[in-house]
């Protein structure tokens, strides 16, 4: 029997207690054990007491549990501008690491990333969880296999609403840190990034990698008083020359998707996570299959990621495969380096958290008709600049906050 893993986590609180439930969930010694952790304030985590009871140490740092102790598993849960001298600390120290989305904050940090793998010759797993999903390891196996023929054109969109405390987290929709580091957080570089890479995973041509995108124009726009972006509206074609739209926001009324509708050569795809009536294809042929719920069993990252340190194997999304997403997002930041603020009288407030009237209705014609908003001579819009991604390898230190 093989002995059980050592599992180190970087970070507890907030969406890391999904990982952490799991784990307790599932708790067996003989496949796992969890033997640290690391984070500034650990009592935030609601599992805190629980793992304090079963004796695992807390550390102040990475380097101070591998002074004297070891993992086979670094599982990093924490802001994007800590993800690249994390993960590669860990896979410098002979650990795989399964790091949160997005890889990073900026491409060049997604080359160090990727370097650093191989020269560590480790296993890095990027916890897009969608892309650990039965229903989108089968829809990709028909994509790769040709039984859907050519992509043509995919379109995603999600509106969804967040209050004043989401972005009371200290790096929540920050540009950068005080000391000048990348965080880019953003409704496209957060919560909605799975659906953005999810257009670009599905459309690789192996099991481990994306698309690669080409080029991209986004309007960015924001109702909140942050510094980046809480609503995207963006174009991306893809080097096969695939379009892709991508609208996602923040600052909606209606809770809403995400929804995609995905056409190729042989037949349509169309998901609304709203009807729980999971991924279906209708074939132009008459036939029609459902893939299931991308969202079922959404820890399984988790699983197959130690399933592919003990054997060896490939995980489905590791560097090579989450790169293509931040490509997208550091080019939709180049693409409207000024954010557009949504005029006033259009911000209404609503709980806790504010709305932009109208734009529920603006964003779901702009699906429709496969169009951004300054496309449809919308009052508050303003076109973005075509971003030329083919080559692209690093993000411009020039971009400022707003």
Excluded at 266 to 281: M, P
Aim: with cysteine.
């Amino acid at each position: 029997m093989n002995k059980p893993l050592g599992i180190l986590l970087v970070g507890i609180g907030g969406y890391a207690q999904f990982h952490v439930k799991e784990l307790l969930d599932k708790r067996n010694d003989d496949e796992f054990i969890i033997k640290g952790i690391i984070d500034p304030k650990p009592e935030g985590c609601k599992y805190f007491p629980q793992l304090m009871k079963m004796g695992i140490p807390v550390y102040s740092s990475m380097e101070k549990f591998f002074q004297n102790e070891k993992a086979d598993l670094t599982l990093i849960t924490t802001p994007i501008n800590f993800h690249k001298s994390q993960v590669c600390y860990a896979l410098s120290k002979g650990s795989n690491v399964l790091c949160e989305k997005p890889i990073s904050s900026t491409v060049q940090d997604a080359i160090e990333i990727i370097e650093a793998k191989n020269k560590y010759s480790k296993i890095l797993a990027i916890g897009f969880q969608w892309s650990f999903s039965k229903a989108i390891q089968d829809l990709k196996q028909d994509i790769i296999s040709g039984k859907l023929g050519n992509p043509i054109r995919l379109k995603s969109m999600t509106l969804w609403p967040r209050d004043k405390e989401y972005y009371r987290r200290p790096w929540a929709a920050k540009i950068k840190t005080v000391t000048g580091q990348w965080i880019l957080d953003s409704v496209a570089n957060n919560a909605t990034a799975h659906f953005l890479h999810n257009m670009l995973y599905i459309l690789g041509d192996s099991i481990d990698k994306s698309a690669v995108p080409a080029e991209v124009t986004a309007e960015l726009y924001k109702a909140n008083d942050i510094e980046n972006f809480d609503t995207v509206f963006s174009r991306i074609f893809t080097v096969n020359g695939t379009e892709l739209l991508f609208i996602a926001t923040h600052a909606s009324k209606e809770n809403k998707g995400p929804i995609f509708y995905y056409e190729f050569e042989n037949g349509t795809l169309q998901y609304n996570s709203n009807d729980k009536k999971g991924i279906r294809v209708e074939f132009k042929n008459g036939e029609t299959k459902n893939y299931g719920d991308p969202y079922e069993f959404s820890e399984k990252k988790i699983w197959i990621t130690m399933d592919a340190i003990r054997n060896n194997a490939t995980v489905p999304c590791g560097p090579e495969a989450a790169i293509s997403q931040v490509i997208c997002v550091n080019g939709m930041q180049e693409s409207m380096p000024e954010i557009i603020d949504f005029p006033k009288e259009f911000i209404k407030n609503h709980g806790n958290g504010v709305f932009v009237k109208g734009l529920d209705e603006v964003a779901k014609k702009c699906f429709e008709n496969w169009k951004l908003p300054s496309e449809m001579d919308i009052s508050w819009s303003g076109p973005g600049k075509n971003i030329c991604l083919i080559d692209y390898n690093y993000f411009p230190q020039n971009l400022k906050a707003n």
